[in-house]
């Protein structure tokens, strides 16, 4: 099976910075688009930053310039960098990607989510 395994999260004060990464491992012949997404209590998921294969990212607008997604270990894992965060910020953030399996095609993955809490 394949996994998407989160780390990085914590609590930071507001200012501060942190660095999620999400690895993927298992049985797959290659990895698509990986996303960060995130959850607040009492909102909806939404897409904080997205890059493709090829490196092309789309972020949130209200963390641009302070979060930046990344790619590396043979594209297998995706990083985000947050700076200067906010107490906005706070959320459970889930680390998603396609990937293609040799029978069933591209199929979604979803990691397990590792919380940030921005307070001071």
């Known amino acids: 099976q394949v996994q998407l395994v989160e780390s990085g999260g914590g609590l930071v004060q507001p200012g501060g910075s942190l660095r999620l990464s999400c690895a993927a491992s298992g049985r797959m012949i290659s990895i698509g688009t990986m996303d960060w997404y995130r959850q607040a209590p009492g909102h909806e998921r939404e897409l904080v930053a997205r890059?493709?294969?090829?490196?092309?990212?789309t972020y949130l607008d209200s963390v641009k310039g302070r979060f930046t997604i990344s790619r590396g270990n043979g594209e297998k894992t995706v990083y985000l960098q947050m700076n200067s965060l906010k107490p906005e910020d706070t959320a459970v953030y889930y680390c998603h990607a396609e990937v293609r399996l040799l029978i069933n095609g591209w199929v979604d993955y979803w990691g397990q989510g590792t919380q940030v809490t921005v307070s001071s």
């Open positions: 890059i493709t294969s090829g490196g092309r990212t």
